[in-house]
């Protein structure tokens, strides 16, 4: 939904000033610049009509000079509101809008019922991006309205401060802002759809469901039926949302908007998901990126559908095209992270990993983002670099088994062992049947010559599987070290009848 912009907003409200001060000349039939300069030069003490040469000069576009002949004025006579007015008008127009809230703000203190001064030093806060303090000059501007705005311009005013309220999450009183613009303009569809988003916005999208289901009957606009559709997701439920959804989408095909079709089908296509229908899911995904193939969103959701069924190559083309569209994108970057990592490509899983980690700011992103560039880093032989983002892994998922082995691999590359083993004991207490884990933590008892206990890991894994000749072979070396050679040579022995050469070496030259 759009937000009423400052400039549209400033625009507005200074053409209804404007027309204000013209009255004031209107009365010797608008006489040209000229002829205004030459008055001023004749009368040069009289701000009047150092005033009125001044908005001659900004209605013709010249703001450097409008703004020397506002400075004359004030320069006179420090207490006339028109000069400031007229200055902040220029300094704003100039792009110097430090030095146009300075002159709306004199008026506003010169003259505090000023409506015009409130309403322009509210928006030149909103433009030096002060939400909390415009929002304050708006409410002032309302407050002062009465007797002296247009109905127009009071509307304006609660649209900036609903805006400026948003700005802050402040939605709930946002909503209220836009219910105060209502009255003043009953049934207009806009405010009504902008409340209601405000409403949404604030756990209270329930309160806005009467207003948007009469508006929606009479209305053709597919945001209203979009609104109602995240209305019922938040509440649960989704059949009554994918049912909105749909009569979003037909009003957005029959108004050939190709943009908000494809929102309005990666909408449909999430919820689709969500409820495990995910061929369906795919399908609305696809019609979303032929709708709009500029559309960076529905090219993610399309390939991150391919890659979670299991269609990894088949997901880069989408994806790909999806960085193109949204280079910074952390999701997108982490979605083509996993499809290289899952693709063996381990420069560009990298790559891609670490692009989504300077823009993610979800914990659970940001995790998996540096689990994939750790093992990327482990690959490359960084293991210094990999052993870092693995061990912040570790911290966030402290019960994920892989997460422990990986990080307990950096560390055994390092000669770390100490700290290896813990990470592998960790790994077996997570997943005591797991093969990979132990034979892991049998390779570091060996490596920090904790013999007895590598003996032990090596006997567990030859009898869970009695043809694994190599944990046969580092059973031996686990034994041999320990000057048990009968025994050792047993397992060697083991270990070469399944064919594992470096057994058969070890007999002959070791016993």
């Known amino acids: 939904m759009k937000r009423l912009t400052c400039n549209r907003g400033l625009g507005r409200a200074l053409g209804a000033s404007l027309a204000l001060l013209l009255v004031l000349s209107a009365a010797w039939a608008q006489p040209s610049i000229s002829d205004l300069r030459a008055k001023a030069q004749a009368n040069p003490n009289d701000a009047t009509v150092w005033v009125d040469l001044g908005n001659a000069q900004y209605q013709a576009g010249q703001y450097a000079d409008a703004k020397q002949s506002f400075l004359e004025a004030i320069s006179i006579d420090y207490g006339n509101g028109d000069a400031h007015y007229g200055l902040g008008l220029s300094e704003y127009a100039n792009g110097n ?40 000059s708006f409410q002032e501007a309302i407050k002062v309205a009465d007797s002296v705005a247009t109905t127009k311009d009071k509307i304006d005013a609660y649209l900036g401060l609903a805006g400026q309220l948003e700005l802050t999450n402040d939605y709930a009183k946002a909503a209220d802002a836009y219910a105060s613009a209502l009255q003043l303009d009953p049934g207009n569809a806009d405010l009504i759809l902008r409340r209601g988003q405000a409403l ?65 089908l990666v909408k449909l296509g999430s919820l689709q998901k969500s409820l495990g229908r995910d061929a369906d899911a795919s399908k609305s995904f696809q019609q979303a990126a032929q709708a709009d193939p500029q559309s960076w969103q529905a090219l993610y959701n399309l390939g991150v559908s391919y890659l979670e069924g299991g269609q990894t190559q088949t997901a880069l083309n989408p994806l790909e095209q999806a960085a193109k569209l949204a280079p910074d994108s952390g ?86 062992y100490d700290s290896a083993i813990r990470y592998f004991e960790r790994a077996t207490q997570i997943s005591p049947n797991s093969v990979e884990a132990r034979v892991d933590l049998g390779a570091a008892y060996l490596a920090a010559k904790r013999f007895q206990d590598a003996e032990t890991v090596y006997q567990l894994l030859v009898k869970q599987n009695p043809k694994d000749s190599e944990s046969y072979y580092n059973l031996g070396w686990a034994l041999y070290s320990q000057d048990r050679r009968s025994a050792a040579q047993d397992a060697w022995k083991s270990s070469c009848q399944e064919g594992y050469q470096k057994a058969c070496d070890a007999i002959t030259k070791y016993l």
């Open 331 to 416: 999701d997108v970057h982490l979605a083509l992270a996993s499809a290289y990592d899952q693709l063996a490509q381990t420069d560009k899983a990298l790559s891609n990993a670490q692009a989504a980690l300077t823009e993610l700011k979800d914990d659970k992103q940001l995790t998996q983002a540096r689990f994939i560039a750790g093992r990327a880093l482990y690959r490359q032989g960084s293991y210094a670099a990999a052993a870092n983002l693995l061990d912040q892994v570790v911290q966030a998922t402290p019960d994920d088994a892989q997460a422990q082995l990986w990080a307990g691999l950096a560390d055994y590359q390092q000669q770390k």
């Open 200 to 264: 949404e916005n604030a756990g209270k999208g329930l309160d806005a469901l009467p207003e948007l289901t009469a508006l929606e009957s009479k209305s053709n606009d597919y945001r209203v039926s979009a609104l109602i559709a995240d209305i019922y997701v938040k509440q649960g439920q989704i059949d009554y949302a994918m049912f909105a959804l749909n009569r979003a989408l037909k009003k957005a095909q029959a108004a050939g908007d190709k943009s908000a079709e494809a929102n309005i």
């Open 97 to 136: 809008y430090q030095a146009a809230l300075f002159e709306f703000s004199e008026v506003t203190r010169l003259y505090p019922k000023r409506f015009d001064g409130q309403f322009n030093k509210a928006v030149t806060l909103a433009k030096l991006r002060r939400p909390k303090d415009a929002a304050a």
